[in-house]
């Protein structure tokens, strides 16, 4: 028997993406088996289909500029507004067959050309949106309730009918919640029963370190390794999530540059009284003394405690023994952190 192809691109701003990971979990779950795969295309099969799952940026849909591609769906997960506009990402939306939009991103209306034929379907939290959520909770795991609040075709032509179904997802914060919600609308649209697609997020494990949590017991362990290089982003995600105290261990590359350091550390400054850092571990790669003494040199009149460390493993240690029922250990880097979980994993 031939197999159908199916196409399925996943917008987004970001050189990682958590929807393009969630939605080949789902596939997976639901017996797809893996063929390919790397940061920018997947590949999976079952009995009946191919889906090829392309993670499409700003630069990667100007590389296929001219193919012409008719994509069977693509799914928006937030970009800004300039790429909203490129003519690049315009066109692949414009000759695609389903696209799934963001309606709370203000400027994602931007994308859409006036002779557009794609079928467009919604998520948000907009009240207008065609997949939403209600009774929306944010804790150690993300509760809500999916709404298909119109009746929707599917990609293999089946017809869905309006719905509400409780979904619990194994992560945390807003960022992970659009990402799943994006996902959630795609399995719907792709024919996949609502139970498979819960069970699916119930189990999820790979995150590209969104708020990615690592331990989670009498207390939560999180780790995040900054892809939008943006700390306050990080911080306004940690608001959404219920805890007692809040320690952060801050990982510092050895070539990391001192003006970026202070900028990283002035966000934390920034935050420490809003959610309320009881004290701050900071790992120094290669034990550069004089990253050391700049570093101390800007703790002067700060209020902020903290602690500076050259062993990772001792960093973790002392960070970790703190903890109590209900508090957050926040971990922040990126290369510097390749051990962190082998780490965790002895110590814990």
């Not at 920018?40 to 191919?50: G, R």
């Not at 998520?123 to 119109?150: E, H």
């Not at 959630?184 to 119930?202: R, S």
Request: hydrophobic content about 40%; overall charge neutral.
């Amino acid at each position: 028997m031939t197999k159908r192809l199916i196409s399925i691109g996943v917008l987004s701003q970001w050189e990682q993406n958590g929807t393009y990971y969630t939605i080949k979990q789902i596939l997976s779950n639901c017996g797809y088996e893996y063929i390919y795969g790397n940061p920018t295309l997947s590949i999976l099969t079952n009995e009946h289909d191919f889906i090829l799952i392309f993670h499409l940026t700003k630069k990667t849909a100007e590389k296929i500029k001219g193919l012409n591609l008719c994509l069977d769906v693509i799914v928006d997960t937030g970009m800004n507004q300039v790429d909203y506009c490129n003519p690049s990402i315009k066109s692949l939306v414009k000759n695609s067959k389903y696209f799934i939009m963001n309606i709370d991103e203000k400027d994602s209306v931007s994308i859409l050309d006036d002779d557009i034929e794609s079928l467009i379907i919604t998520y948000g939290l907009n009240n207008k949106a065609t997949v939403t959520a209600s009774s929306l909770t944010f804790g150690s795991n993300i509760k809500f309730n999916i709404c298909l609040q119109r009746k929707c075709t599917t990609v293999k032509g089946n017809i869905i009918e309006p719905m509400e179904f409780p979904i619990t997802i194994d992560l945390i914060g807003r960022c992970n919640f659009y990402n799943s919600l994006a996902a959630i609308t795609f399995g719907l649209i792709y024919g996949i029963p609502i139970e498979k697609i819960n069970d699916a997020l119930l189990n999820i494990k790979e995150t590209v370190s969104c708020l990615e949590k690592i331990h989670h017991k009498d207390n939560i362990i999180i780790l995040d390794n900054c892809y939008k290089d943006d700390y306050n982003f990080v911080f306004e995600e940690i608001q959404y999530i219920k805890y007692n105290s809040i320690y952060v261990m801050l990982s510092i590359d050895k070539y990391q540059e001192f003006y970026k350091i202070k900028s990283n550390l002035k966000v934390i400054f920034d935050w420490h009284p809003v959610v309320n850092i009881k004290k701050l571990f900071l790992y120094v790669e290669g034990n550069n003394g004089l990253i050391r003494r700049n570093i101390e040199s800007l703790f002067f009149n700060q209020k902020l405690d903290y602690s500076l460390f050259s062993n990772l493993e001792k960093c973790i240690h002392l960070s970790t023994q703190l903890l109590k029922n209900g508090d957050i250990l926040l971990i922040l880097g990126k290369d510097s952190m390749k051990d962190i979980r082998k780490i965790l994993c002895q110590l814990l």
